[in-house]
């Protein structure tokens, strides 16, 4: 009986082990800025944003100067009132405050219309790249078993790993399999997340 009792311990210990063991998955993590900060497509993107934002700024700016223009001739016009030109001045200054009221309303519509097109933009520039990165994390996290791959990027605000204890860092395998040479990696990249 008693043999049997320890048996059934043994048993039980034997599974609890083999449960505890295959239950153990493997986790790594990469600091994506890194990786975007020297991918050439992210670069490029990055580039043409930029230009198409300042592109954007600078006709909105023209508008805005145009504007001020326009209030700047209907306040100088205000001053020339008087008796004699009355109903005349008054007409022009009507019509000058419609142009305003619809120079404003091009204004902010344009701003509108910029910040769609500028999402829109970057939708269309950045998601064939998140999508290539993606590719590249699960295949490298297939490659070295890992069951989680933790961002560790400052990006990544509340969604990202604070403390990591070993773990495999996967960034340099991502960036080579994203066919990025280690020579263009920039002596000042983005540090990991500090180990708590």
């Known amino acids: 009986m008693r043999k049997l009792i320890n048996a059934i311990f043994v048993a039980a210990g034997l599974l609890f082990t083999a449960n505890i063991a295959n239950a153990q998955q493997k986790i790594g993590h990469l600091n994506s800025e ?3 900060a020297v991918m050439p497509e992210a670069k490029v993107a990055q ?32 001053k020339t009132i008087s008796e004699a030109n009355k109903e005349a001045v008054g007409k022009e200054l009507d019509q000058m405050g419609a142009e305003l009221e619809d120079l404003k309303k091009r204004i902010n519509d344009a701003g509108v219309k910029a910040q769609q097109e500028f999402a829109q933009k970057q939708g ?38 604070l403390f990591s204890e070993g773990g495999d860092d996967i960034t340099a395998a991502v ?11 920039p002596a000042t990249a983005p540090a990991a997340a500090p180990k708590k």
Do not use: H
Not at 47 to 72: C, H, P, R, S, W
């Open 47 to 78: 580039t043409t944003l930029e230009a198409f934002n300042k592109t954007k700024t600078a006709e909105i700016e023209k508008m805005q100067g145009e504007y001020q223009t326009k209030y700047a001739a209907a306040v100088a016009k205000q």
């Open 124 to 161: 269309d520039l950045f998601v064939p790249i998140n999508t290539k990165f993606e590719a590249a994390v699960k295949s490298v996290a297939k490659e070295k078993g890992l069951a989680y791959v933790f961002d560790i990027a400052a990006q990544q605000n509340g969604n990202n790993l």
């Open 175 to 185: 960036r080579t399999k994203l066919g990025i040479a280690a020579s263009a990696v």
């Open 34 to 36: 890194a990786i975007f």
